[in-house]
């Protein structure tokens, strides 16, 4: 450190000490969620193609909703789940939910469909059931396809899907008007390249930021009725259906750490810059 | 016959694949509904292998206290209460294996993502510098779709959003989709290669 006080103030702002940098950003997480500034989400226009898209589907549809996510990436992902859920409840509509990630997936889904079910007053086996996990998402993609009772014999909680009402109406993708994928891996391309392409069945998808830039290609070729991206996506969603919740809390947040890091990156640049200038005037 | 018969079932299934896919029929679609149950069952059996394996190499490395052989006793404890709450009392609410789920992996795992900003945030503001005209055109761009993305964005400049929406939906579209495409064709051409047995290194040989 004491060496650092000698050089020259560029070179120091190149090197900010990364502790500092931590803490800065620390705090640009928990501050705001303690003092909002609630600041208004502008909303992209793929996500409200998306909330159109499921806002037209026919009230008391059947609505798949698969849970392809890890719990590592709950903060993003739940909030998507729990809104798109939100609003296919709020339309009557049947959901049916699946998990291709076989940690934590299924568990995930019991719980978001138990506690969003409840809100709205619907009961497991009629209005909504979990369908759970099987090994290797192609073939279940697929294999849905021509018979759902093939690949899930029994639901997440055992029952034989001929004993759950709501399985009785759903024999393969021909029952079901829409798949509200929430992914946050590579599933949600074989639930496009897959499903909708050779299914036909329409789709949406609530994906992660850093999956969002790929899973637009498929928004703009209409083989996904539209996207919602990274928790940003989904404050736009929440707005939407009129259920601020997690992801527009965490909006503030997000602002705020997204301008320290263009912050710090200018700065670096700037020290860059002033001290490859500096040291070439020193000759 | 070790090579003979996984290149004939590679042969077989991947034809079956490709039939099904373009033609249709009754006894088409019972064949590819059992072969896609088979491809589940296999997928299964292969996690199992996954979880053999693990402890093997796991167990190993205890009994000859190799490098970092205490965690390794965390892992195998670990496994075995997972495997052994899940298998005596199921997965579902209320279960052990749920608690254990819900109160220690879940937080770890979050945790562990969660990290991942600190060390974004640091590593950018370490390595993105100008250095040249396509590390300066990256390092603008980013900072167009960072700020246009949040809705502070708007504050600063009115019209940022609908920057950062363009820059998203066609520069970056176009590149993800030749991406997308190159891979797709990579796919194909390799399966291509392993239904006629001309690439065998799934079978351990060249």
């Known amino acids: ?283 | 016959m070790k090579t003979r018969i996984p290149v004939a079932v590679a042969f077989l299934s991947g034809f079956l694949m490709i039939v099904a896919f373009f033609g249709s029929g009754e006894w088409l679609s019972m064949l590819t509904n059992e072969a896609l149950r088979y491809m589940t069952i296999v997928a299964g059996f292969s996690l199992l292998l996954g979880v053999v394996s693990i402890t093997q190499v796991s167990w190993g490395v205890v009994r000859k206290r190799g490098e970092d052989w205490p965690y390794k006793i965390i892992l195998l404890i670990a496994l075995a209460a997972m495997t052994g709450f899940g298998v005596l009392q199921g997965i579902t609410g209320g279960t052990v294996f749920e608690w254990l789920f819900d109160k220690i992996q879940k937080p770890m795992m979050a945790t562990m993502f969660s990290v991942l900003a600190f060390y974004i945030a640091s590593a950018a503001y370490r390595a993105f510098r100008a250095r040249t005209v396509e590390a300066s055109i990256l390092l603008v761009t980013a900072i167009i779709v960072m700020i246009g993305r949040v809705p502070m964005g708007q504050y600063i400049y009115e019209d940022l959003p609908s920057v950062a929406n363009w820059i998203m939906m066609f520069p970056n579209v176009a590149v993800q989709r030749g991406i997308i495409i190159g891979a797709a064709l990579g796919a194909a051409s390799m399966s291509l290669r392993i239904i006629l047995g001309i690439e065998r290194t799934y079978m351990g040989r060249g």
Not at chain 1, 216 to 229: E, H, K, T
Request: charged share 20%; net charge neutral.
């Open chain 1, 1 to 283: 450190m004491a060496n650092q006080g000698n050089k020259g103030f560029f070179t120091r702002l190149q090197n900010v000490d990364r502790r500092v940098l931590f803490v800065l950003i620390f705090a640009s997480v928990i501050v705001p969620l303690f003092f909002p500034l609630k600041l208004p989400v502008p909303v992209t226009p793929e996500t409200r193609e998306f909330f159109e898209a499921v806002e037209a589907i026919p009230d008391s549809s059947i609505v798949m909703l698969p849970f392809d996510f890890w719990p590592s990436t709950l903060a993003e992902t739940e909030p998507m789940a729990v809104v798109g859920l939100r609003h296919l409840f709020r339309k009557n509509c049947y959901v049916v939910g699946l998990s291709n990630v076989g940690m934590g997936g299924p568990s995930i889904a019991d719980r978001l469909l138990d506690s969003i079910g409840g809100e709205f007053g619907k009961t497991y086996g009629i209005d909504y059931v979990n369908l759970g996990y099987k090994a290797n998402y192609q073939a279940v993609m697929l294999g849905m396809g021509e018979r759902i009772e093939d690949i899930f014999p029994t639901d997440h909680r055992g029952t034989p899907l001929s004993e759950i009402p709501l399985m009785r109406r759903v024999p393969n993708y021909d029952s079901v008007s829409f798949i509200f994928v929430v992914s946050d891996n590579v599933a949600v391309d074989y639930w496009v390249g897959l499903v909708n392409s050779r299914f036909g069945v329409p789709m949406g998808a609530g994906v992660t930021a850093v999956m969002a830039p790929k899973s637009l290609s498929f928004v703009q070729a209409n083989q996904l009725v539209g996207l919602m991206g990274g928790m940003k996506g989904c404050a736009e969603y929440e707005n939407l259906l009129g259920y601020p919740a997690r992801a527009t809390r965490g909006m503030d947040s997000q602002s705020i750490i997204h301008l320290l890091i263009v912050l710090f990156i200018v700065m670096g640049n700037v020290g860059y810059f002033a001290a490859k200038r500096k040291a070439k005037v020193e000759g």
